[in-house]
């Protein structure tokens, strides 16, 4: 059974490695143990008999906007529901927060639509949302989609 939950201390080595496998292949950027640390409130890890297996947190940049980050699941966990169960957490707690968009740059366009996000245009974006990607290798030739989810659906 999988356990949706807010990350603890006794989790951050798990998931700085898991994170650190997929930076290494160039699909996320890199975390310190300590930025983990300082922002462990807002992270939420997938338990699975006790071990780490998946991982997302929740930036939030202003008072209508906020980002899914660093969303990560065991490789040998892939394709059994755990990502989407993430992305789900993260979704409830935006929501619960009363924030109205939430947003994911990917290169995982696919699984986000089937977690009920679309692509928006990147030059939309206000620059704080950039203001991390100084620390990225593909600064000046980024190619993550830009993808948003709406937490107050219009009827
Ligand atoms: C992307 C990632 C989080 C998906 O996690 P997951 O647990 O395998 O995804 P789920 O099993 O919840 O998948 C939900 C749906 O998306 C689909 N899906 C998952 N990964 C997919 C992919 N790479 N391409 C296409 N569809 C995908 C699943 O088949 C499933 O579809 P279904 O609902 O029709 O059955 C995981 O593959 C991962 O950690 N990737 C490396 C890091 C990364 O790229 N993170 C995203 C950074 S923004």
């Not at 603890?8 to 640390?37: H, N």
Request: glycine fraction near 4%.
């Amino acid at each position: 059974m999988i356990q949706i939950r807010k990350a603890k201390v006794s989790d951050v080595e798990a998931i700085f490695d898991l994170i650190q496998l997929y930076a290494e292949q160039g699909l996320l950027l890199a975390r310190t143990r300590e930025s983990l640390y300082q922002n462990l409130q807002a992270i939420f890890v997938a338990v699975k008999d006790n071990k780490v297996v998946g991982s997302a947190s929740l930036h939030i940049l202003d008072k209508q906007l906020a980002e899914i980050r660093s969303l990560v699941v065991a490789e040998d966990q892939g394709k059994l529901g755990i990502g989407k169960r993430l992305v789900e957490k993260v979704v409830d707690e935006t929501k619960n927060l009363e924030i109205d968009k939430l947003i994911s740059l990917t290169y995982q366009v696919e699984f986000f639509s089937k977690c009920g996000f679309e692509v928006t245009v990147k030059d939309t974006m206000p620059q704080k949302v950039w203001i991390d990607c100084i620390h990225c290798p593909k600064l000046h030739n980024c190619d993550e989609i830009a993808m948003v989810y709406y937490t107050k659906q219009l009827v």
